[in-house]
């Protein structure tokens, strides 16, 4: 266990200098070594991460005797963090393979849930300069990386890969939304496609879990109890939460409909710590996002949402399909109370819509066209279809996420390129990512064997 200097506070380290130091691997002497004397080589130092979880996602680590591993790494100023924390209960750590550490002071091992020691890496005595110095030197700029694709972003070659790979991932979504279609309605695939999608990454799993305990066709038995039902479904009502709202009429009625409705004795009951709120914006709050679902429901077309997308697809021209189907997301209801509001009782600086013009895209490439394919397959329907896949040729790029900045920065060195400026080629850098980068499979990735597999079929030309 290694001494904790006392370190005056207005000069105190954090875990962002600690996390700046494993992912610069400066001013360090390398090689590492864990508190247990292992020898480790950085192979990749991992995807920094924002949300709650892990600092770093997809490490990929040489320990000795050749074994090399993949997983996460976790940062903290001590390790006796870990469990300061809590992190030895949270089971988002359970991949957490190194835990990285200016000082060692734990008298006992980080453990994962699973109770599996998390070897540590203290780099104060690894460190190229004194502590102080570090301290009071100014951060340095980020390193850029260099680029993998090896010529011009501009080069109609990464066009094309990038739109092939898109394409590859709308067909495994529709894959599985037609094995889907073999025990599941047509109606209720699509409300747990949209829930997922609303849940953004730190929620998906929580409505994926709340669909489940509530059906499509229970809520469109009961709409106008919609919102009541989801919420207190979900636990997030003020009275499960332990908020003291009083007089707050669109709570007060909420709160009488769970109370009242034949629905609260017919669904299994979530628990608020299954929401996650820690590191959400929150505009992207979850009581919002349930908000936007009970407002989607309760506009729910009598002929079926499936019917009412085939139709759509059929008629329209297929460059107009994408902002009908956006529009399926942003059109009306009672949207009022949760403009202005991010919780119960927690108000938003201005109004804002419900659902952004972004998230609703995202919807219609991640859950409607995919399940529009799926669909016409499953009709035996060649012209729905085709349709289909020429509309998401045509869909415009929306906007820009973490992975997608990621992607694009290390494969064409800058966040936001022109060549990937539609929806199927921001589609195509997730698959990469997915698929190869994720897990390092760098001599793998079509990204590196393309361009030369091309330049040699000229070459035999």
Known sequence: MDPTPDVPAVTAPSERLVARLW????????PLSTTD??????V??????????????????????ARLSWGEVEVHV??????????????RYQEVMLQVVLWDDSPSPARRVDGTPVPVVALARFLAIPLEELLLSPEPDAPVPIPCWPGSPEDGG????????????????AA??????????????????IAEALGYSRNSVAFRRLVGLVPLELLLACREDTEAVLMGAAGLLPSQRGLPIDGDPHVDLLEARWMRGEERSMVGGMSALEWEFFRVRPTNFPTRRLAALACVVTQWPEE??????????????????????????LRGGDLSYWRSRCDFGVGLGSPVDLVGRQRAAEVAVNVFLPFLVAWAAHLGDPRLGRRVWEAYGLYPKRGDNELTRYMATHIMGAPRPRVARSASRQQGL??????????????????????????RDRRAN
């Open 23 to 30: 992912e610069e691997q400066r001013p360090l002497r390398l």
């Open 37 to 42: 004397g292992e020898v480790i080589e950085v």
């Open 44 to 65: 990749y130092r991992g995807r920094r991460r924002w949300d709650r979880g892990p600092d770093f996602a997809g490490a990929l680590i040489a320990w000795p005797g």
């Open 78 to 91: 001590r390790s006796s963090d870990w469990w300061a924390h809590g992190h030895h209960r949270d089971p």
């Open 158 to 173: 990464l066009v094309t890969l990038l739109e092939g790979c898109g394409r590859d991932r709308l067909a495994g979504k």
């Open 176 to 193: 599985q939304f037609e094995a889907d279609l073999t025990c599941s309605s047509p109606d209720q695939l699509l409300y747990r496609g």
């Open 304 to 329: 079926g949402l499936a019917a009412q997308l085939e139709g759509m697809a059929l008629s329209l021209e297929p460059r107009l399909l994408p902002r009908r189907l956006e529009g399926i997301l």
């Open 430 to 455: 997730l698959h990469l990512y997915w698929h190869w980068c994720e897990r390092k499979r760098c001599a793998e990735c079509p990204v590196r064997s393309w361009p030369f597999s091309r330049r």
